[in-house]
């Protein structure tokens, strides 16, 4: 059997808001993609080779950071949608996992992050984005605050490239910038 690897970058807000104003940003997220061209709507979706509602566009060269060689079996290949999301969702990154680091002197998550799972399934369960203190220089931060694209995070509303080559910096900026409040990247591989 072969195993074809994937890999995803989901770029998530973190802080809450409203349902309408969720909806609100997923549309304007969406206006934006489909204005550059980056995005058309999946016009044959199915539900094991090509599951997202939307699909790279006739600009989708235009997203990413520098040409690859792969680009154009990347278009043909299966699952390279983009997913965006106005429910609250976790994002793991599967195989990366990886813990993030002070945001001050860049030293290791505390064991109390590393160690348990308790503060993932009590973000999940009642909402609230966990906080943890550096070991090392006592800085303080909620968990997205933490530096890293390795581990996991819970929010909403989110977007996911699946499969596709390093999005450039720009378009990552241009949608945390919709997106609104603090936002994350996880970087998934499985
Ligand atoms: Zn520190």
């Known amino acids: 059997m072969i195993h074809v690897s994937e890999h995803s970058v989901t770029v998530v807000r973190l802080d809450d808001t409203s349902s309408a104003a969720r909806e609100e940003i997923v549309l304007g997220v969406q206006g934006l993609l489909l204005a550059r061209g980056v995005i058309v709507p999946n016009d044959c979706r199915d539900a094991l080779w090509q ?55 860049a ?12 503060w993932l399934e009590a973000w999940m369960t009642a909402g609230h984005e966990p906080g943890f203190t ?15 694209q390795f581990g996991v995070l819970i929010g909403a509303p989110a977007v996911t490239f699946l ?3 390093p999005c450039s910096p720009a378009l990552i900026t241009d949608i945390r910038g919709l997106l609104g409040g603090r936002t994350g990247i996880v970087v998934s591989h499985w």
């Open 134 to 148: 550096c070991d090392q220089c006592g800085w303080s931060g909620p968990v997205g605050d933490w530096s890293g």
């Open 163 to 165: 499969n596709w080559p």
């Open 51 to 105: 599951p997202s509602e939307w699909k790279p566009g006739p600009a989708a060269r235009t997203a990413v950071v520098e040409p690859v060689d792969w680009f154009d079996s990347f278009l043909d290949t299966a699952n390279n949608g983009v997913d965006i999301r106005g429910e609250r969702d976790v994002y793991h990154p599967v195989e990366n996992d990886e813990a993030p680091r002070c945001a001050k002197c």
């Open 107 to 118: 030293a290791a998550a505390p064991a109390s992050y590393t160690d348990s799972a308790d």
